[in-house]
């Protein structure tokens, strides 16, 4: 789900005012509620990292979080994109967030892809 957040930068660019959204952290929780274009935070953060790669193309931008095995060892449920962040959480820019289930533990390691396509 993107958020308004995306949205208010997107449309204040078209304005032509600056949008300085790079996109660097992911962050994973153990939230239930369903993602909202309205949420600006994760429910409840438990992990954050910086992105582990970024790509493009004309209609979808990816990022994707490399986990190893001892890192977010917890059933993940929501996962969120953030711009300019740093590893504190709830720190920079709620740009997506996503209901999950992945059951981490600690002998996996997980690469995790965020895309956000247009359509």
Do not use: W, Y
């Not at 204040?12 to 153990?30: K, N, R, S, V």
């Not at 909202?36 to 438990?46: G, M």
């Not at 059933?75 to 289930?101: H, K, M, Q």
Request: include cysteine; proline fraction near 3%.
């Amino acid at each position: 789900m993107v958020t308004q957040l995306f949205f208010n930068g997107l449309f204040d660019a078209l304005d032509g005012d600056t949008c300085d959204f790079e996109i660097t952290h992911i962050a994973l929780g153990t939230g239930t509620n369903a993602a909202s274009k309205s949420d600006t935070a994760l429910q409840t953060e438990v992990f954050r990292k910086a992105i582990s790669s970024k790509s493009q193309s004309n209609t979808q931008f990816i990022v994707k979080l490399s986990l190893a095995p001892s890192e977010a060892v917890f059933n993940i449920r929501e996962v969120g994109i953030f711009a300019n962040a740093t590893d504190t959480p709830g720190s920079g820019i709620l740009l997506a967030r996503g209901n999950v289930n992945i059951d981490k533990n600690a002998s996996t390691q997980l690469l995790i892809p965020c895309i956000i396509t247009a359509q």
